[in-house]
């Protein structure tokens, strides 16, 4: 009985951690720049690829007792860089039109899925030719000044022109070089990593097993809470995030540039999502789906939490985490055991998918009474 | 009033033409497409045809709610599948007295169980298909909507019941067959299998029948009064409540609506693809279904009808030729369709293609002055003398 | 029925811990106009939102023609007969102003209505002399979101007025237009003021000279005092707090 309690709570609590680590960055992006980035799941699933590429690239060498670490930061800078371009490629475009963002974001998101599905030496090529060859062009055109007369045609003209070109000569050295460069990286199928041998097992308490590589995640999700936390309350550029969270125009009138602090704040966000990725990688393989599964329960996260406040993330997510384990076990049926109908109600909901469905009716139950979360924004802004 | 009068008529006679263009183009599907496809051995395309359309109904829905209202539901693939499920289920009841649908048999189920007794009857079923979804939308909704819970919010929330239904009808395998769904195109319906020719011909028809219903509804609503209110709430919803209107009711009303037209769609898209299943409700499909409104042109909802067949067709097309391309394809018009052309097909036609055209053929457009100066008494007062003088001179 | 139609009791708005009115009291008879001044931040858009049902009063409570407005959300109290017009204009951008207009003028504000109701002849009419009367003949059938501030402000006092409430808020209504709209807007005003009962906040001195007939002076969100134009100007306190105390002139000094 005690023991199925702690490891109840112990489980519902490594849950919550990965939820918050994913949650994280998409609060805090969604707090400043009120963006949903459905890519977010695929950031995560960026960041736990690369954690993949650089395990196999340690493979043997005696860094690898720590690559995890290496994997952290090299999962972090990736996913970064990718969020920056992401942001100045798209999101910044579409700032007050959050509903179009929310789609567009998607759409990078199904990209970011087939890409490492099909990613080989001959995409990356082709999509670096079509990049040098359409950018190159438009960087000596754009000098001209009645370029903005003929963008469209520009547009029209360089887009299939360089498409085609760089289309073409991937093909030929496809065929040239024909299994090395044509082969998949990655394949549909799931990758492992496999966790370095201080992760593996656990130690038992009360007869309950504590996994070490759970005990990482919450270590790394401690330290990541803490370092956002640092970082915004502490910095000067953690300053300017805050300041343009509450209050944008204001902020830009004293002088703070919003562009940067936006782009800083995706970066970040994106940041935390590849660090998330890495811990995820760690609890089962990862394959093109691993974002997906954990997209909808972060965004629940923010929901609940609502965007006033860190702590709201991290309450909601603990409990969602908690809950959603709890029910989804038999914890609960065997503590409602003495009441039949109450323990036949549990155990009708008692699997993972069946819990989702009960915690969803809670969380809408929980709106009706807190409709801004836990945390809601304050002030006239609101709902003007 | 003379000119009250006028313009009434003058609406009434451009009715008149809408209606006699939509009546030409449902005959054209009905009767000119079909035999040309078939002639050329592409007889697939018709079915195929048929199930666009009948998706071009759920995304009526979605331009009503998405487009003129400016509520983004990512959950519509619920409301398409339980319009699917009810569907298939009174199909699979077709059986002599006492047997049970097959796929129950390995579960060692061996009675009816009682979500399915209401579904031996056709009027029942029918009202399923358009009600349960509606119902349950409108439960949702009002929830949702009562607490001034809104945009992205709403967006994810009703992602997250897309989900929730997903995992539910996932798992109940005793009840509906989990993961499998339920198989149609096996199904008999007076006397013949569903997916046998002439079946699939009425249901084409009936499709097509739907859908032109679906566009005259989606009209009435748009139009008008009801219609103003709907862009009202998507400008300012909070000034409604200073005018007296209760937002809440209309979005609630529009939202149930959208998903009685997906519920709808759901159903006659399931018995021309043989099968209904969870995937119905994945995530992918629901946003889809977005997309295809964005690629026509929001708020326009002949655009909605295009942008289904277009998107549908070029996704027919691409992934039977590069299936992994296909998902780039999406991605990209994803993005496109946001960022350089929001209004989609129609609009970018209705602004820009007008003007290229004009320009093409050297006509530019007259430039507009200042409307008022137009109607300036003392302008026109001084024109007319100008021009005398210089006549006079 | 009593005389008052808008009476205000210990009202007292708690904003975390900063309060915007406090223990206010006020009440306005029927027919009257009322001008409320008051220096930024006095508490005036604030006392409006509690009126309207925006912002739930923490303590204290609002009696609109003899029942108590607790419990009403907003659309409620405007369907009980109070109009507002914001003090950054608020319309509908996407509809054209003639829409705009009769949207407010619409009498039945249901569901049912608006799928199955068409407007009235004589609701067309008033539509069309408001066009005329706000100034936007030319304009009526371009989407609002074309119109300039000023047009914005004609437009949302036009739909007040279709509106037609018993009770009208009006939120500082001439900001941002010329003198002479100033002044249209002021007999527009006057004219309302015959048969409706009128609040109207506003900074611009002349303007309230002009249709003032008693003034209520709002400071940290209580009433300062209250009386006709000439009696409130010469009110030392309202002189200290909109020009700073004698003292302090002279510190600066
Ligand atoms: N939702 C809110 N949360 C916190 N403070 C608020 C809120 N709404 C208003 N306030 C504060 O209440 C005070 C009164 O604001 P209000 O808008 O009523 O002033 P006002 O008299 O209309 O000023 P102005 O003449 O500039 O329009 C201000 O200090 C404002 O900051
Ligand atoms: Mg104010």
């Known amino acids: 009985m005690l023991s199925g309690l702690l490891d109840g709570i112990f489980s519902g609590i490594s849950l919550g951690s990965v939820l918050l680590l994913a949650a994280l960055g998409l609060a805090i992006v969604f707090g400043l720049m009120g963006v949903i980035n459905m890519a977010h799941g695929e950031l995560m699933m960026l960041g736990a690829y690369t954690t993949y590429m650089v395990q196999n690239a340690l493979k043997g060498t005696p860094l690898f007792g720590i690559y995890i670490f290496i994997a952290l930061i090299a999962a972090f800078i990736v996913t970064a860089i990718f969020g920056l371009v992401l942001e100045r490629g798209v999101i910044r475009y579409l700032y007050g039109r959050p509903l179009e963002t929310l789609l567009a974001t998607w759409g990078v998101s199904l990209i970011l899925q087939q890409l490492v599905r099909s990613v080989s030496w001959q995409l990356v090529t082709i999509v670096a030719l079509f990049c040098l060859l359409f950018f190159g062009a438009m960087w000596i055109v754009a000098r001209r000044t009645d370029f903005e007369r003929a963008r469209g045609w520009f547009l029209a003209i360089m887009i299939p022109l360089s498409a085609a070109a760089a289309i073409a000569t991937g093909n030929v050295l496809g065929t040239l070089y024909k299994p090395a460069f044509t082969k998949l990286w990655f394949d549909a199928r799931n990758v492992d990593v496999t966790a370095p041998k201080w992760l593996r097992g656990g130690f038992p308490i009360a007869g309950t097993q504590f996994s070490y590589a759970r005990i990482f995640i919450i270590v790394l999700t401690i330290a990541c809470v803490v370092g956002v936390y640092w970082f915004l309350n502490n910095t000067p550029w953690g300053l300017r995030i805050r300041a343009v969270t509450q209050n944008r125009t204001m902020s830009a009138c004293l002088g703070i540039p919003t562009k940067k602090v936006d782009a800083l704040t995706f970066a970040l966000g994106s940041g935390l999502a590849g660090l998330a990725g890495c811990a995820v990688s760690l609890l089962g393989s990862v394959g093109p789906n691993t974002g997906q599964n954990y997209i909808v329960d972060t965004f629940m996260v923010v929901v609940v939490g609502g965007v006033g406040k860190l702590a709201g993330s991290i309450i909601a997510a603990l409990a969602i985490g908690t809950a959603n384990y709890l029910i989804g076990s038999n914890t609960l049926v065997d503590l409602t055991a003495p009441i039949k109908p109450l323990s036949d109600t549990f155990a009708f909901f008692s699997t993972i998918s069946m819990a989702k469905v009960l915690v969803f009716a809670l969380i809408i139950a929980f709106l009706q009474f807190r409709p801004g979360g836990l945390f809601p924004q304050k002030g006239r802004t609101v709902d003007a | 009033m003379d000119a009250l009068i006028q313009s009434k008529s003058k609406a009434r006679q451009r009715l008149l ?324 052309l929001p209004g989609g097909i129609l609009g970018w036609l209705r602004e820009d293609g007008v003007r290229l055209v004009r320009s093409q053929i050297n006509k530019r457009r007259p430039l507009q002055t200042y409307p008022s100066l137009e109607e300036d008494p003392g302008v026109q007062y001084e024109r007319k003398n100008l021009a005398n003088r210089e006549s006079d001179g | 029925m009593s005389e008052k139609i808008l009476q205000i009791e210990n009202l007292t708005v708690d904003f975390d811990g900063f309060r915007a009115l406090n223990n206010l009291n006020f009440s306005l008879d029927t027919g009257e106009l009322r001008v409320i001044i008051g220096p930024n931040g006095a508490g005036k858009t604030t006392f409006l939102d509690v009126i309207t049902g925006k912002t739930k009063p923490t303590t204290g409570q609002v009696t609109f023609k003899g029942k108590s407005t607790k419990g009403n959300v907003e659309y409620q109290i405007a369907r009980l007969g109070v109009g507002r017009k914001f003090q950054t204009p608020r319309i509908y951008l996407n509809l054209t102003p003639r829409e705009n207009l009769e949207l407010s003028c619409n009498r039945y504000k249901n569901v049912w209505n608006a799928l199955f109701g068409k407007p009235s002849s004589a609701e067309r009419r008033t539509v069309a002399g408001l066009i005329e009367t706000i100034g936007l003949d030319a304009k009526a059938d371009l989407k609002a979101a074309l119109l300039s501030h000023g047009e914005k402000q004609r437009l949302e006092i036009g739909m007040l007025v279709a509106q037609s409430p018993d009770l009208l808020l009006v939120d500082e209504p001439v900001a941002g237009l010329t003198d002479e709209e100033t002044e249209n807007v002021g007999n527009l005003l006057l004219a309302l003021a015959e048969s409706h009962s009128i609040i109207v906040i506003e900074h611009d001195m002349e303007f309230v000279r002009q249709i003032a007939r008693k003034v209520t002076v709002l400071h940290q969100g209580t009433v300062l005092c209250e009386g006709s134009m000439d009696e409130v100007q010469n009110d030392p306190r309202v002189i200290e707090v909109y020009l700073g105390k004698q003292e302090d002139d002279r510190a600066a000094a």
């Open chain 2, 17 to 340: 033409i809408e209606a006699g263009i939509v009546a030409a183009i449902a005959l054209l599907l009905l009767f000119v497409i079909p035999p040309i496809l078939v002639g050329s051995g592409q007889g697939f395309r018709v079915n195929l045809l048929g199930r666009y359309l009948a998706l071009a109904i759920a995304a009526l829905g979605i331009d009503l709610i998405w487009g003129f209202t400016g509520i983004l539901s990512l959950g519509q693939g619920v409301f398409f599948a339980l319009g699917g499920y009810s569907l298939a289920m009174f199909l699979l009841l077709q059986l002599p007295d006492g047997q049970l649908p097959d796929f129950f048999s390995p579960y060692g189920v061996t009675e009816l169980p009682w979500l399915w007794q209401p579904f031996y009857s056709l009027p029942f079923t029918l009202f399923a298909i358009v009600f349960i979804p509606t119902i349950v939308a409108a439960t949702l909704g009002y929830l949702v909507f009562r607490n001034r819970i809104r945009g992205v919010y709403f967006s994810i929330l009703t992602q997250a019941a897309l989900i929730v239904f997903f995992n539910f009808f996932n798992g109940q395998q005793k009840l509906i067959n989990g993961t499998n769904g339920l198989k149609t195109d096996t199904a008999t319906i007076f006397g013949q299998t569903v997916s046998s020719p002439p079946v699939q011909a009425f249901l084409y028809t009936l499709t097509i029948l739907l859908l032109v219903g679906g566009y005259a509804l989606s009209r009435w609503l748009t139009s008008g009064r009801s219609g103003r209110l709907l862009v009202a709430v998507r400008d300012d919803e909070a000034r409604m409540r200073f005018s007296g209107y209760d937002p809440t009711m209309f979005k609630v009303l529009v939202f149930a609506i959208s998903a009685g037209l997906a519920g709808i769609a759901g159903a006659l898209y399931t018995v021309q693809s043989g099968i209904i299943t969870p995937q119905a409700m994945n995530i992918a499909f629901s946003i889809e279904m977005v997309i295809w409104v964005a690629v026509g042109g929001r708020a326009t909802i002949v655009g909605a009808i295009l942008g289904t067949l277009i998107v549908n067709f070029a996704k027919s097309i691409l992934s039977e030729r590069f299936p992994q391309f296909w998902y780039f394809f999406q991605g990209g018009l994803f993005l496109i369709v946001v960022t350089v």
